[in-house]
């Protein structure tokens, strides 16, 4: 498995909160948001949303 670059500009104090709670578990920032975003019910959720995105938009 490859791996690519996801550049973010987020808020100053979101950044903060998100380096807590990585801190909190020891992890690095990089790190806790990407098993953030890897979570199990991530996927389930991500095709939710995409169903819904189509049907707003009548793509099906």
């Not at 100053?12 to 992890?27: C, E, P, S, T, V």
């Amino acid at each position: 498995m490859g791996s690519d670059v996801l550049s973010l500009r987020i808020d100053r104090d979101l950044l903060d909160r998100i380096r807590r709670h990585a801190a909190k578990r020891g992890m690095s920032v990089q790190d806790y948001v990407v098993r953030t975003l890897v979570r199990d019910d991530f996927d389930e959720r991500f095709h939710a949303a995409v169903d819904e995105t189509e049907k707003f938009y009548g793509v099906r």
